[in-house]
């Protein structure tokens, strides 16, 4: 599974939190691997590079739970910076992809500052609206 792949399912565990309590995050973390990830069926057959390996799937629950429990500094670091968009007022969708890349930049020594940003903007492409790219590079790019 390539990185890019890692980071959206990691995004998309990331968004699942504003739907529901943290006592529900590990039975919401099962639902999600039984509904996202491809299965056999048999109209096709899923090849190995396609499957989850439980190597991927066991580094993404541990960078979830690390974001997780960073989430109230991470918030905090949004908010700083973000003039009259506190994380209470941001989209759900935004909010989530801002909270991964701030995850990244501060606490993935890994992963250099520009791909955590870049990637962030190609998330916010896909999964935001018209204004998410900007938005997203904007209140990212104060925090360089």
């Known amino acids: 599974m390539k990185r890019s792949e890692i980071r959206e399912n990691l995004f998309k565990m990331v968004f699942f939190t504003e739907f529901h309590d943290q006592e529900e995050f590990k039975e919401q973390q099962e639902l999600y691997f039984e509904e996202q990830l491809p299965q056999d069926t048999e109209e096709k057959q899923i090849s190995e590079e396609e499957r989850m390996s439980e190597e991927e799937r066991t580094y993404i629950i541990q960078k979830f739970e690390d974001l997780i429990q960073k ?21 759900k969708t935004d909010l989530a992809i801002l909270r991964l890349a701030v995850y990244e930049m501060q606490y993935e020594d ?32 104060k925090l360089v």
């Open 110 to 141: 890994s992963i250099p500052v520009k791909v955590a940003i870049n990637e962030a903007v190609e998330l916010a492409k896909k999964f935001g609206g018209d204004a998410s790219p900007s938005f997203v590079n904007g209140i990212l790019a």
């Open 71 to 91: 989430m109230p500094e991470i918030d905090g670091k949004i908010n700083a910076v973000a003039r009259g968009w506190k994380t209470g007022r941001m989209g």
